[in-house]
């Protein structure tokens, strides 16, 4: 398996047009995700005034993400295609809006703190080892403070667990099909990177299933709402 990755990576053209190409798409969903994570973080604050300061720490963990990837960007003179991002964003940017409206604390974390940077985790893993030297070592700063992203959701989940499970299941069931929908838009341009749909697809739910374990879904839960996610959005 190492064999094959080192095989992948002495194949890919850092500068070639097809890799800078595809790249400018990536990059902007990256920097995108980042800037949805800050403004998410912000509105959770809001949300949860106890907790705003540590929302706010999280939040500027994330701008500095979004700085990071952005340099990463012009490290391979690439424009990231950012409208092209924003149109990726746009069902679940509008899932969360729609819930922060209602005051809907357990739809919100669902979508930023699990699925967002479950997403995220999976995809910045599996580019790591694929990735030019630049941005090898600027996402691997990244997914250490995802993994704390992640953890801040689950533990709230977790304290109010009873309260937070049927809204959980219902919020799971509105947005787990939009991420197959997310991966099947980005599969050619993450393969010309080296990165194939059926390891970010695997990634993706290892770490979902791990956090609704967590949380407190027993097996039987935790499979049932994967199986949301093959259906159609």
């Known amino acids: 398996m190492i064999g094959q990755q080192l095989d992948i990576v002495t194949e890919l053209d850092y500068n070639s047009d097809t890799y800078r190409d595809a790249y400018s798409r990536i990059n902007a969903i990256v920097i995108e995700g980042e800037q949805e994570a800050y403004s998410n973080y912000l509105r959770l604050g809001e949300m949860l005034p106890d907790l705003k300061d540590d929302l706010a720490k ?33 069902q679940l940017h509008g899932n969360f809006q729609t819930a922060a409206a209602e005051g809907d604390v357990v739809t919100c974390l669902l979508i930023q703190s699990l699925i967002i940077e479950c997403f995220a985790i999976a995809a910045y893993n599996i580019y790591i080892p694929v990735a030019d030297d630049f941005a090898r070592k600027i996402t691997e700063g ?92």
């Open 58 to 90: 999280l939040a500027k963990m994330e701008m500095r993400h979004k700085k990071g990837f952005t340099a990463c960007g012009k490290n391979l003179s690439v424009t990231p295609d950012m409208q092209f991002a924003q149109e990726f964003f746009a």
């Open 142 to 233: 990244v997914v250490k403070d995802e993994y704390l992203h992640l953890n801040f959701g689950e533990e709230w989940l977790k304290a109010n667990f009873e309260s937070a499970k049927a809204g959980l299941e219902k919020a799971n069931r509105q947005n787990l099909p939009i991420v197959w929908k997310m991966l099947n838009r980005v599969e050619k341009d993450a393969k010309v990177l080296g990165m194939e749909k059926e390891a970010l697809v695997e990634d993706f739910m290892i770490a979902y299933g791990e956090a609704l374990g967590n949380i407190g879904f027993n097996t039987r839960d935790i499979m049932k709402m994967s199986a949301m996610g093959l259906l159609p959005a």
